[in-house]
């Protein structure tokens, strides 16, 4: 997933420069900034109070209502890499890369609640790799286990990093004071709340995301219009509506009438609000990727082996109150995804006119750019530096921090029950009370924010984070779906077959990622690293499918009566939502969010 690592992937020089504010907050923005720290402990303090079995702590007792759980679905997805990354992205690839969006994610969303939740939630197991032990075997278990709660600290640590270079290149605040005091606070309200604490932040960082950027997009629509007008005042004699409505047929004109640089080269504007525009060849679009990329490796395998396997996300699911809460959870989730590239891209995109040499570089004085201190990486605080009056500056920058603490929360949550459960329950301690549980997960909770808090720094000196992160998601993710794919629908699929298949896919995504970095021309078709990350993910999930395939038809498969619950075919079929409104229903939600996509898809075809 490329063009979300790319706001933090040339910030390593950065983080080692001496300190120096370029943005100065007002009293009532440091106060902002002040009460969303308290209040974020308060939460953990209030819900850690009701605090009695490991399942309160890594699961809250299943208890969250669905509307809930599907602000927290979203939220654990709008960490430091989306939030300042796409916002990169729309800056240097336009709309194309709603694709994240309305490809890469509403699809997969819907099948998880339609499909798949009903038997990670049916079968009542604690964690994704519980279910591969369900399914298959220890052996499966193991390595989906011992891989998630490797990379997830280090993705948690990418994430405190980019919060820390953000605050010391806009705020003047040193690196490590940044990444500490911000890991202790996630420390306190997970180690004192759980998941519950996690969850509630989440919603917390929903709407503080949606009430602190959002405005970002309608003020660049005002100013867009101002800067095409040649007055400054442009808009006071207009209402902000009638303004923002001026200044997208402005800013349309605008790209229509100019080209856009894109590295050495220059291409139309227009191309930037486009989403499948050029997609026939490779060298026709922004991103540089064909149609089958996009829909093969980011719409089916990147996005279904993230929605629907990463357990991050799952463990939200998984903490609702019941069946239809757990299906509607990623449903209700899909709504407001859908509409969060107007919220985090088209700021981006707005900024191309309004601040036209971060491709150079760039720094804020005055409203206005007069060094080449900053580059696009940092397109959205600058255009908050630029645009945000005092109060919602304080506003706006306390999003970006929430995103950057609650992704990390949410990691360190995720983290602490896959090595509770599926690494010391099962291997070490099977044997241990329900409070020895409990009290190692809070002693993984303080070890996950160490491993962060180290890797933050570890990573200070990278060359290329990108690459980091690439090989997190490839591994993790992408030959996990083959394995549960044919697990849950195909009963043929042997205890065996899903284990190597696991083992094959893994290896196939190690190995591919290997020799992208060292060039190898067998290794992707383009030169471009989204595209190689597309087709690489599609390679190693067809490595897992036929690995799981051709060994499930030599051994010995399971008993039917193992199965129920687990594979589709063997499972009665629940009538858990019969008793709801139409317009509730698992199935209502998931195609009227299908056919949404699908408008907006056709608006910025």
Known sequence: MAPVQTSVAAAASAAHAAPHALIHLAPIDIAILAVYLVFVIAIGYITGKGHQTSEDFFLSGRSIPAWITGLAFISANLGALEVMGMATSGYQYGMMTANYYWVGAIPAMVFMGVAMMPFFYGSKVRSVPEFLKKRYNEGARFINAITFAVFTPAISGISMYAMAVVLQDFLGWHFWPSVVVSGLVVLVYTFLGGLTASIYNEVLQFFLIVLGVAPLTIIGLIANHAKAVKHAAAGMHESWLMAATAGWGDFKHWLDTHQVSQ???????????????????????????????????????????????????????????????????????????????????????????????????????????????????????????????????????????????SGMAGNVTAFNTVVTYDLYGSLINPNASDKHYLWFGRFMTVLGVAISVGFAFWVRGANSIMGYTQTIFGVVNAPLIAVFLLGMFWPRTTPWGGFIGLLVGTGTSVTLWILCMKGHPMAHFYKHGTTSAFWNALWSFCAGASSTVLVSLFTRRQPVEQLTGLVYQVTPRGEASATLAWYRKPLVLGILALLATLILNLLFW
């Open 263 to 405: 590295g050495k080269a220059m291409l139309p504007g227009n191309m930037w609000l486009h989403t499948w525009m050029g997609t026939g060849h490779a060298a026709g679009n922004t991103l540089q990727i064909t149609w089958p990329g996009v829909v093969l490796g980011l719409g089916f395998v990147l996005s279904f082996s993230y929605w629907c396997t990463n357990f991050l996300v799952v463990q939200r699911a998984l903490a609702a109150k019941d069946m239809n809460s757990a299906q509607r959870t990623p449903l209700l989730a899909a709504f407001p995804k859908m509409l969060f590239p107007f919220i985090v891209i088209l700021p981006g995109i707005l900024a191309i006119p309004l601040l036209p040499h971060l491709v150079t570089g760039g720094t804020v004085v005055h409203g206005k750019i007069v060094s080449d201190t900053h580059t696009v990486n940092n397109v959205m605080p600058l255009m908050m530096g630029t645009y945000y009056p005092a109060g919602l500056l304080g506003l706006g920058l306390t999003a970006l921090m929430a995103s950057f603490m």
